[in-house]
C-alpha cells in the first residue's frame, strides 16, 4: 500500500487508531492476525540431526573403522563397546550443543530492542517484538526504527536509512503528504523504516508494517540472521589441537611400530594405537568450552549483565582500565532538585513563590521544556516533572493547554534543548535549557529580585559564575534556564538560540549509588585503572568522583576544551594520570580509547548516546546501558548492562577471569591425564612388557575421565580472590613453559603409581596387571580433577562448593567399580576378578599424586 500518499485521517480510518493508541483488545486481536514484530529464522537443527554430525568427526570415523576391524576378527564384545562409546560421546556432544543453543537463544530474547509507544492515552515501553499494525509509536535520536511507519507528528527527524538504500547521508523527514505514488523507497520522506537509525530529532509514527511484511522482512526472507562465532580461544585451541594431533598420531605411530616389531599382531597392534591415539587427544575440548562459556553467559544474564558474543566473556578477564560515564553507572540516575538561583537569589527547591510570575513561568518551562513524564524519560527532566508536581502543576493539563510549535532537541555537541510555545494567553515564547557554558554567552537580559527585566552585565555574568561554581562545589549538577518571547510562528533553527533572557541556575544531585565505592576498591585491587567520564562541570565531576574513590590526590582532571587542545602524543603521554574527563564530547571518547590502546591496554567503555556507537566499538569491550541506552549504542556495543550498574562490570570482570582460568585448568586436567596415559603406554612398549591396556579400556577412560570430570572443572564457582590477580595478557599463549612443565610433571607423577600397579598386578599375570594399572589410572584421573579445582588447596576453596566435580567424581567411581566387580564385564573390558587387598592397593596408589600435589599447593600458596 503507497501510504505515503494518505493522510493521517485517512490512515487512521483505514487502521482503525487514533492518536491516543490502540486499547488492549486492539493489540490483542492483531496480535493473533499478524503476529509477533519479528523476522522468521530459518529452523534450528534438531536433537537428532545435531546427534548425527557428531560422527562426522574423523576420530570418530576411525573409532568406527576400529570397531568394524574388532568384529570381523571375532573380537564382537571389543567392538561392541567401542560403538558403545562413540554413542555415548556423541550424545554428550548433543546435549552440550543444544544447551549452548538454548543459553543464546535466551541472551538474543533478553537483548530485544525496547520501544515507545502510546496505547490508551499512556506512553509505555514494550519490546519491539509485541508491535502491531496501528500502535502509534515515539521514536527519536538513538532509536533503531523498530517498524514500517507512516509519519504523522515530525520534530526534525533525521533517519539514515543506509540498510535499505545504500545511501550514507541522514534523510530529513516530513509529516507532509507526498502526491507522487512512483516514488522511490528513499523518496518517501514521510515514512519510516525497519532497522533504521535515527540520528536526531523525534517523531510520532502510526506503524503500517510489522516483520516479515516490513521493507527489512521482505530483504531478510527466510534468512537466519544469527550466526555463532567462533572465539578467539577456540581459535587458539584449535591451532594447538591440529599440532597436538599431529604429535600424537606420531607418536602412536611409533608404539604400533613397537608393538608390531615385539611380535604382536598388526591388527592388535593398530586397536591399540587408534585407541591410545583417541585416548589421548583432548577432542571434547570445544565442546566444553562452548558449554562453559554459555553456561556463564547465562549466569551473568541473570546478573545483570546480558554478554552478546561469546568471545566477550575471554576479553573481560583481560581488562585493565574501564571508562566510565558517570550518570545512571556510577550514580543512582535518580536526579532531585535540590537549589535553585533565580530573581538573584540562591535557596533551595521549595523556595519557589506559585503566585510570582518568574516562579511560575519556570515551573511551566520545567514541563514545557522537556519530553518526560513522572515515570518515563530522562533522568534530569523526571527530576523536574517531580518538582513541579510538588507545587501541584499536572504535566499533563499544562501541555495540553500549551502548542508546541517547534523544537530543537537536545544533542550532545550544543548542549542544549529549545522549544517553542503558542501559550494558553496567546503568546509566543521560547524556552530552553542546557548546560550553563553552552548558555552563558547568550544571554542578553535578566530579571532581578523585583521581577524587572534588565540589560546583562559583566557584573551579573560574574554573580551567575560564582553560584555556578558554588553549586558545582558542592557535587550538585547545574541546568542553566532561559526564555525570551518572539512575535511569530517559526521552525526553530540553531541560530535562534540566542538574545535569550536569563531565568535560573537549578543545582540537582545524583547521589553515588551505595555499591560504586566498594566496586571501584574491586578494581583497584583487581590492577584496574577506574576512569570517570561525564557531561558535568569540571569541579563537579572531581568532588564525585572523590567520593567514589576514583579520583587521588595528584590525579588529573580533563576537561573537553583541554582535551582538544591536546596532540594524540601528548594525550596518551598523559593518559595514566587523568582519573576524571569532565564536559566532554562523545567523540572525544574514541581518542580516550585509542590513547590507553596505544599504552598496551584492554580498555572497556561505557556508553548511552547515538554518538557514543564509534567509542564502543573501538572499545576491546564496549558495553552500553540496557535502561537509558540508545538501540544504536546496545547494537555497537559487546555488553549491555540490564541495570546501568558501575558494580555490574566489576562482577563481569571477575568472572570473565574466572572463565578463563577454569578453561585453562579444563586444558591442564585433560592434558596431564592423557600424558599419564601415553607414558605408560610408552613405557610398557618400551620395556617390552605386555600390553598394558586394552584398546577398550582406553576408550573407556576417555569417556570416563574426559568429558565430564572436566565440564565440573570448567564450571568451578568464581572466587573472589582472583581479583589479587593483575589482568591477564590477551596474546598470552596458552601452554606457557611453566604451565607446560606443571603437566608434564604431573603426568609423570600419575604414570609413575600406573606403572606401580601394573608390577604389582604383573607378578600373577599380565591380565590382572592390565586390570591394576587401567584401575588405577581411571580413579587417579578422578581425583586429579580436585587439583584443578583453583589455585589453592581443595580445603581452602571449600571441597563441597562445586557439587558438579563431586557428581562426576561420583559417577565415575560407580562405573568403575561396576566394571571391575561385575564378571560379565571382564570379558568386555579385558579384565579380572581382584582381591580386596588389590582394592586397596588400586585406592592408595591412585590417590597419592593428589595428597602430594595438595601439599605441594598448600605449601606454594603459604
Known amino acids: 500500500m503507497k501510504y505515503f500518499t494518505r493522510t493521517k485521517e485517512e490512515l487512521f480510518e483505514e487502521f482503525q487508531t487514533k492518536i491516543s493508541g490502540l486499547t488492549e483488545d486492539d493489540v490483542a486481536s492483531r496480535r493473533k492476525k499478524y503476529g509477533e514484530n519479528k523476522f522468521i529464522e530459518k529452523e534450528k537443527d534438531g536433537l537428532i540431526k545435531i546427534f548425527f554430525d557428531q560422527f562426522k568427526d574423523s576420530l570418530v570415523i576411525i573409532l568406527l573403522i576400529a570397531a568394524a576391524i574388532s568384529f570381523f576378527s571375532g573380537n564382537k564384545e571389543s567392538s561392541f563397546v567401542i560403538v558403545l562409546v562413540v554413542i555415548l560421546n556423541s550424545l554428550l556432544g548433543a546435549f552440550q550443543t543444544v544447551k549452548a543453543q538454548k543459553s543464546l537463544d535466551s541472551l538474543k530474547k533478553m537483548s530485544s530492542p525496547k520501544c515507545k509507544v502510546i496505547r490508551e492515552h499512556e506512553q509505555l515501553e514494550i519490546d519491539s517484538t509485541e508491535l502491531v499494525p496501528g500502535d502509534i509509536i515515539i521514536i527519536e535520536a538513538g532509536d533503531i526504527v523498530p517498524a514500517d511507519g507512516r509519519i504523522i507528528e515530525n520534530f526534525s527527524l533525521l533517519v539514515n536509512e543506509n ?4 545511501e550514507s547521508n541522514s534523510i530529513e523527514k516530513t509529516d507532509a503528504v507526498l502526491e507522487y505514488e512512483d516514488s522511490a523507497l528513499g523518496d518517501q520522506i514521510n515514512m519510516v523504516f525497519s532497522g533504521s537509525l535515527v540520528n536526531y530529532g523525534r517523531a510520532k509514527v502510526l506503524v503500517t508494517n510489522t516483520g516479515m511484511n516490513t521493507q527489512l522482512g521482505k530483504i531478510a526472507g527466510l534468512l537466519d540472521q544469527t550466526e555463532e562465532n567462533i572465539t578467539p580461544l577456540q581459535k587458539a585451541l584449535d591451532s594447538f589441537g591440529k599440532k597436538l594431533t599431529l604429535g600424537i598420531v606420531i607418536l602412536c605411530l611409533f608404539i604400533f611400530a613397537i608393538y608390531v616389531y615385539h611380535g604382536n599382531t598388526i591388527l592388535e597392534s593398530l586397536l591399540l594405537a587408534v585407541a591410545l591415539a583417541v585416548a589421548a587427544i583432548p577432542e571434547s575440548l570445544s565442546p566444553i568450552i562452548t558449554i562453559v562459556l554459555s553456561l556463564e553467559t547465562e549466569k551473568l544474564s541473570k546478573e545483570n549483565a ?6 566477550s566473556i575471554e576479553a573481560l578477564g583481560s581488562i585493565s582500565v574501564i571508562c566510565s560515564d558517570k550518570t545512571g553507572t556510577l550514580t543512582q540516575n535518580k536526579m532531585t532538585v535540590k537549589k535553585i538561583f533565580i530573581n538573584e537569589k540562591l535557596d533551595d527547591e521549595y523556595s519557589l513563590k506559585f503566585n510570582n510570575k518568574i516562579d511560575n513561568l519556570l515551573l511551566k518551562s520545567f514541563i514545557l521544556c522537556t519530553d518526560a513524564t513522572d515515570t518515563i524519560g530522562d533522568p534530569t527532566e523526571t527530576a523536574l516533572i517531580h518538582l513541579s508536581q510538588k507545587y501541584d502543576l499536572s504535566f499533563r493539563d499544562i501541555r495540553k493547554d500549551n502548542k508546541r510549535l517547534s523544537e530543537i532537541p537536545f544533542d550532545s555537541d550544543r548542549k542544549l534543548m529549545t522549544v517553542l510555545y503558542d501559550t494558553e494567553d496567546n503568546k509566543k515564547i521560547v524556552f530552553t535549557k542546557g548546560a550553563f557554558d553552552s548558555l552563558v554567552t547568550r544571554f542578553k537580559y535578566y530579571t532581578d529580585e523585583n521581577g524587572n527585566i534588565l540589560p546583562i552585565s559583566d557584573t551579573f555574568i560574574k554573580e551567575i559564575e560564582k553560584y555556578n561554581h558554588e553549586l558545582a562545589e558542592e557535587g550538585l549538577r547545574v541546568l542553566t534556564f532561559a526564555y525570551k518571547y518572539i512575535d511569530e510562528s517559526k521552525n526553530l533553527t540553531t541560530d535562534d538560540e540566542n538574545d535569550y533572557i536569563f531565568h535560573a541556575l537549578v543545582g540537582m ?3 553515588p549509588r551505595e555499591e560504586s565505592k566498594l566496586a571501584v576498591q574491586e578494581c583497584i585491587r583487581g590492577g584496574i585503572k577506574p576512569v570517570m567520564i561525564t557531561g558535568d562541570h569540571k569541579i563537579t565531576a572531581r568532588t564525585i568522583a572523590k567520593n567514589i574513590g576514583i579520583y587521588k590526590e595528584g590525579d588529573k582532571v580533563l576537561e573537553g576544551i583541554e582535551l582538544e587542545k591536546m596532540s594524540d602524543e601528548e ?14 564530547s562523545p567523540e572525544h571518547k574514541i581518542r580516550i580509547v585509542s590513547a590507553w590502546q596505544k599504552r598496551g591496554k584492554i580498555c572497556a567503555m561505557t556508553g548511552d548516546g547515538v554518538n557514543d556507537a564509534p567509542a564502543l566499538k573501538r572499545a576491546n569491550i564496549g558495553i552500553a546501558m540496557g535502561i537509558t541506552g540508545t538501540e544504536v549504542s546496545k547494537n555497537a556495543a559487546s555488553m549491555i548492562l540490564a541495570d546501568d550498574n558501575f558494580s555490574t562490570i566489576v562482577k563481569a570482570i571477575i568472572t570473565g ?6 578453561i585453562k585448568n579444563s586444558i591442564g586436567f585433560l592434558l596431564s591425564g592423557n600424558t599419564a596415559a601415553i607414558l605408560a603406554v610408552l613405557y610398557s612398549s618400551l620395556a617390552n612388557l605386555p600390553v598394558i591396556f586394552s584398546p577398550v579400556q582406553l576408550l573407556f577412560i576417555n569417556l570416563l575421565t574426559d568429558s565430564l570430570p572436566s565440564i565440573a572443572v570448567g564450571v568451578e564457582p568464581k572466587n573472589e580472590d582472583i581479583l589479587d590477580e593483575k589482568p591477564r595478557d590477551p596474546n598470552e599463549a596458552i601452554l606457557t613453559n611453566k604451565f607446560s612443565t606443571k603437566l608434564l610433571i604431573e603426568g609423570v607423577l600419575i ?3 600406573i606403572i606401580i600397579a601394573f608390577y604389582i598386578g604383573l607378578k600373577e599375570s599380565a591380565l590382572k596387571g592390565s586390570t591394576m594399572a587401567f584401575a588405577t589410572l581411571c580413579l587417579a584421573r578422578l581425583f586429579h580433577g580436585i587439583n584443578y579445582r583453583g589455585v589453592r588447596n581443595v580445603f581452602a576453596i571449600s571441597f563441597f562448593k562445586n557439587k558438579f566435580s563431586i557428581i562426576a567424581f561420583a559417577i565415575g567411581f560407580v562405573l568403575l567399580n561396576l566394571v571391575l566387580l561385575s564378571p560379565q564385564m571382564f570379558n568386555i573390558f579385558g579384565t579380572t576378578a581382584l582381591e580386596p587387598m588389590n582394592f586397596i592397593q588400586i585406592y592408595v596408589l591412585s ?8 601439599t605441594y599447593k598448600t605449601i606454594a600458596y603459604r
Open 847 to 854: 590417590i597419592v599424586p593428589t595428597i602430594i600435589i595438595q
Open 163 to 166: 540498510s535499505l538504500t545504500g
Open 509 to 511: 544531585i545524583d547521589p
Open 306 to 311: 546480558i554478554v552478546k558474543e561469546l568471545k
Open 657 to 662: 577471569r574466572n572463565v578463563y582460568r577454569n
Open 571 to 584: 594525550l596518551e603521554k598523559s593518559v595514566e594520570q587523568i582519573s576524571v574527563y569532565a564536559r566532554v
Open 751 to 753: 604414570a609413575i603409581f
